[in-house]
């Protein structure tokens, strides 16, 4: 007798208590049944990044632990006001951490021969969707959705309000080594990086549900403690 093999979607999901990421391999968060969960409540609906208006190219991806999870990508040919900045001479490092709330580093190596100057911008996205909606795929808006950008702060908050129910999203940006700013819905990180000097950048969440990015980061109701300085991502393969 045989049986069907079914193949669950390709999705990396980490998790600590009642607070639960799934996104895809490259780091995306898509919506569907993706997004950053907690209190019956999907937080993040949407995550994306790109470097120099292009989405880098993923290398490698996978839990570390049940509350981690870590991503390797490398560039594609792109342009700076310096000229062209060959394929495959940046690093990129996606590091995820669930806790309290959700934090992020990302790292960036230059192995060029010549600085290189980045826009680094993060779209995240909010619903505040019921867990129950999403897991029927009928998303149903019932209350008032508003976003706000505190330059002054580095913090990016998104309310949902119906009724006497509320959620807060706080994503906030810390240890920057660039000023944060906040245009066509994205966070946006100019920097000049010098040949293998890496660039942090980060990102988090808070128990409210607040989430995401810096070039380093922290969060709402409680911000978590500074990550341990880490080594650069490793050069990316030849092609």
Same mark, same amino acid.
């Given at each position: 007798?045989?049986?069907?093999?079914?193949?669950?979607?390709?999705?990396?999901?980490?998790?600590?208590?009642?607070?639960?990421?799934?996104?895809?391999?490259?780091?995306?968060?898509?919506?569907?049944?993706?997004?950053?969960?907690?209190?019956?409540?999907?937080?993040? &609906?949407?995550?994306?990044?790109?470097?120099? !208006?292009?989405?880098?190219?993923?290398?490698?991806?996978?839990?570390?632990?049940?509350?981690?999870?870590?991503? @390797?990508?490398?560039?594609?040919?792109?342009?700076? &006001?310096?000229?062209?900045?060959?394929?495959?001479?940046?690093?990129?490092? #996606?590091?995820?951490?669930?806790?309290?709330?959700?934090? @992020?580093?990302?790292?960036?190596?230059?192995?060029?021969?010549?600085?290189?100057?980045?826009? #680094?911008?993060?779209?995240?996205?909010?619903?505040?969707?019921? #867990?129950?909606?999403?897991?029927?795929?009928?998303?149903?808006? %019932?209350?008032?959705?508003? &976003?706000?950008?505190?330059?002054?702060?580095?913090?990016?908050?998104?309310?949902?309000?119906?009724?006497?129910?509320?959620? @807060?999203?706080?994503?906030?940006?810390?240890?920057?080594?660039?000023?944060?700013?906040?245009?066509?819905?994205?966070?946006?990180?100019?920097?000049?990086?010098?040949?293998?000097? /890496?660039?942090?950048? $980060?990102?988090?969440?808070?128990?409210?549900?607040?989430?995401?990015?810096?070039?380093? $980061?922290? &969060? !709402?109701?409680?911000?978590?403690? %500074?990550? /341990?300085?880490?080594?650069? /991502?490793? /050069?990316?393969?030849?092609?």
């Amino acid at each position: 007798m045989t049986f069907p093999v079914q193949v669950g979607p390709s999705t990396i999901t980490i998790n600590r208590d009642d607070r639960v990421l799934v996104c895809q391999p490259d780091a995306r968060v898509l919506g569907d049944a993706d997004g950053f969960f907690t209190r019956d409540t999907r937080f993040v &609906s949407g995550y994306d990044l790109w470097i120099n !208006g292009r989405r880098p190219i993923l290398l490698a991806s996978a839990p570390i632990q049940s509350f981690s999870s870590r991503f @390797e990508f490398t560039n594609d040919a792109t342009v700076d &006001s310096f000229g062209v900045i060959d394929r495959q001479s940046l690093a990129l490092r #996606i590091d995820r951490t669930v806790a309290d709330a959700v934090h @992020e580093d990302i790292d960036i190596a230059n192995y060029a021969s010549r600085p290189v100057r980045l826009t #680094i911008e993060i779209a995240v996205l909010s619903d505040f969707a019921d #867990i129950f909606d999403v897991k029927r795929g009928e998303i149903v808006r %019932r209350g008032e959705l508003n &976003s706000r950008w505190f330059r002054s702060r580095g913090e990016l908050r998104a309310t949902y309000i119906n009724r006497d129910f509320r959620r @807060e999203l706080i994503v906030a940006v810390e240890r920057a080594s660039t000023p944060a700013q906040f245009a066509n819905g994205r966070l946006v990180f100019v920097a000049t990086i010098p040949p293998m000097v /890496p660039k942090p950048i $980060s990102s988090r969440t808070t128990r409210n549900g607040s989430m995401w990015p810096t070039p380093s $980061s922290a &969060s !709402g109701d409680k911000a978590l403690g %500074r990550s /341990p300085r880490r080594a650069p /991502p490793s /050069p990316p393969p030849h092609p």
